[in-house]
């Protein structure tokens, strides 16, 4: 009983194909291993994205809420301190009315005393050293008043300004 040649032919034939076909399927199996791996590996980076993402934005909302509090409280305080330096300005400028008061009191006494009388010639003024000083006096308080109240609007402004760039930079 010999076996034709052909029979071996086949034999050869499906055996190869059985030994393809097991490869395969082994070959696949490793691919779609793989293919899970990746897959997992993939969602893995994008759930660590999305926390970094998710992260970064909180960072980023806590810092610009420190920089609007920051400036909001640089405001307040210049608002605080401007409101304290206009109620200083009111005390002055009473203080000041009240000496003026005093003073026009007392250069009418001067006047009565040194026998002049307030009303006269238009040189009456210039020819008063009294009167002069006085009005000389109330001029520069009067100025200095202005130039008050403009260095500590400027004063103000400019403290401001600092802490809400200190609030920008933290």
Same mark, same amino acid.
């Given at each position: 009983?010999? +076996?034709a040649l052909?029979?071996?032919i $086949?034999?050869g034939? +499906?055996?190869?194909a059985?030994a393809l076909a097991?490869?395969?399927t082994? !070959?696949?199996a490793? &691919? !779609?291993? $793989?293919?899970a791996t990746s897959?997992? &590996?993939?969602?893995d980076a994008r759930?660590?994205?999305a926390r970094l993402?998710a992260?970064?934005e909180?960072? %980023?909302?806590e #810092?610009f809420?420190?920089r +609007? #509090?920051?400036? @909001? /409280?640089?405001i307040?305080?210049a %608002? #605080?301190l401007?409101d304290g330096?206009r109620?200083?300005? @009111? !005390?002055?400028k009473?203080a000041d009315? #009240?000496?003026? %008061?005093?003073?026009?009191?007392l250069?009418a006494?001067?006047?009565e005393a040194c026998?002049?009388s307030?009303?006269?010639?238009?040189?009456?003024?210039?020819d008063?050293? +009294?009167g002069?000083?006085? /009005?000389?006096?109330g001029?520069i /308080?009067e100025? $200095?008043?202005?130039?008050a109240e403009y260095? /500590?609007?400027?004063?103000? $402004?400019? %403290?401001?300004?600092?802490?809400q760039? @200190?609030s920008?930079?933290k």
């Amino acid at each position: 009983m010999t +076996i034709a040649l052909t029979t071996w032919i $086949a034999a050869g034939a +499906i055996a190869g194909a059985v030994a393809l076909a097991g490869v395969q399927t082994v !070959r696949l199996a490793n &691919e !779609r291993t $793989a293919h899970a791996t990746s897959k997992q &590996e993939f969602a893995d980076a994008r759930t660590e994205s999305a926390r970094l993402t998710a992260q970064a934005e909180t960072e %980023q909302r806590e #810092k610009f809420e420190r920089r +609007i #509090k920051g400036k @909001d /409280d640089a405001i307040n305080q210049a %608002q #605080k301190l401007a409101d304290g330096l206009r109620l200083a300005a @009111d !005390r002055a400028k009473r203080a000041d009315s #009240k000496l003026r %008061q005093s003073t026009a009191e007392l250069v009418a006494r001067a006047r009565e005393a040194c026998g002049r009388s307030g009303t006269g010639s238009a040189s009456a003024t210039a020819d008063d050293p +009294i009167g002069v000083l006085a /009005d000389v006096s109330g001029r520069i /308080d009067e100025r $200095a008043g202005v130039l008050a109240e403009y260095a /500590d609007r400027a004063r103000v $402004a400019g %403290q401001t300004c600092e802490r809400q760039y @200190d609030s920008l930079n933290k």
